[in-house]
């Protein structure tokens, strides 16, 4: 029997890894201590590339950033996988498997074993380049390249000796073949780690840029509504950024020169980069009840909506935040004085904090007693900017405020908050310490808004809600 598209979608695992955090429980312990997890590159070659004034491309403007660093780590055999045939491949599979597997047993489901059901996977995925395409690119484009530059700085060369040339650059890459070939897609990477685990429903890829893992769970979301699965795994991972991919980023995203982004701040002058992943056990809330297990939110609505980037400032952009806000808002008919917690994109680039901030005031209008009720925070604070798991960081972030009841702070800039966000009239204000969620509603569950958006004009928001044990 398909279920109602007015299902509530309860969450009932969670597994994340980021900057300074192996999981989930340190993750919330770094939330809750107000801990930054900010520093540098660790490739020993970042260094000599760093010109923060030069406008060449094959230039780092910063080294700062949420990295993995030691917690890049994984073991191919607990993924029946041999180091030997890894060679090439796209690492990405790795930070995927470990996490939607971490999701999968917090739930109470262990992979590969019947009582998984019909289950489903999307993944949040928008690397522009990954080891498995850069190894495809060099063993084509960038060898061939290289020789024919050889051959105009030394037109008297045999082609012997170009051959020769080419053979020993090929023999210095991993080699190439039709798995790690694969593995440069993104669907391919949904589609590998769904059969891993022994999943028999439908395994997607969503790029929607820095919208990406919010677009995934409600891809997973409509999944569970439609009776077509009966739980789904939703999440994002981003890669670890190399030097090179940085360098593009910096362009797109205006990296900050200061030692941590300023998000929601007067004094945000750009992001900084960040890596990791998380993931998300969803199924009907009805299920999750009958099952009793454990529900660390509910969410109740996640609206989308698109919006030309290409006018300057920030009214128009901010139009499509706030479809997107409404559009979670209607599917409960919720009212925004109803909502206690925002987890902001906050990205501490000037323009897209300002239009977010424009839109949050629009959407949620002035104060409407003597003090503001409604806590603003943005965790690229602590971990950076993960562009596409930027949005599962806020969300999982969001989920354990409800879960624990408790208003998480945010690692405040050194200079003011902007001014229009915290002025005397604003609804908001940016707690820099936890203190507890006392609701003051009535019998209305604590909620919670997480927005999401990306560059290139698609926006994000989801409304989530603590589980009510009479509802």
Known sequence: MPASFQDEIAIVGMACRFAGAADLANYWRNIVDNRQSIGDHSTPDAARLLDATSPRFDRLS??????????????????????????????????????????????????????????????????????????????????????????????????????????????????????????????????????????TGCACAVDAGAASSLLAIRQAMDELRSGRCDVALAGAVQSCASPQVLMGLASLLEFTTRDAPCPLSRDADGALPGEGGGFLALKRRRDAEKNRDTIYAVIQGLGVATCDPAPVGTRPMADGLISAMRDALRSVTAQPNSIGLVEAHGSGIPLEDQMEIHALRELFGDRTGSTPRVQVGSVKSSIGHCFAAAGIAGIIKTALALHHRLLPPMVLCPGRMHPRLIQATSPFYVGGAPRPWVQGLGSLPRRAMATAFDGAGMHASALLEERLEHR
């Not at 090929?170 to 022994?198: D, E, M, V, Y």
């Open 62 to 199: 910063t080294l700062r950033g949420g990295f993995l660093r030691e917690l890049n780590t994984f073991t191919p055999s607990a993924f029946g996988m041999s180091t030997e045939s890894l060679a090439g491949m796209n690492p990405d599979v790795f930070l995927a498997l470990h996490l939607a597997s971490s999701a999968m047993r917090d739930a109470g489901l262990e992979p590969r074993q019947p009582q998984v059901g019909r289950a489903s996977l999307f993944l949040g995925y928008a690397s522009p380049v990954n080891a498995a395409s850069a190894n495809w690119l060099q063993h084509g484009l960038v060898i061939e390249q290289t020789t024919a530059l050889l051959q105009r700085l030394f037109p008297t060369a045999a082609e012997t000796q170009l051959n020769e040339i080419r053979q020993a650059m090929r023999a210095a890459l991993p080699p190439i073949n039709k798995s790690n070939l694969r593995s440069a897609f993104g669907h391919a990477l949904a589609g590998q780690c769904a059969t891993t685990l022994g999943l």
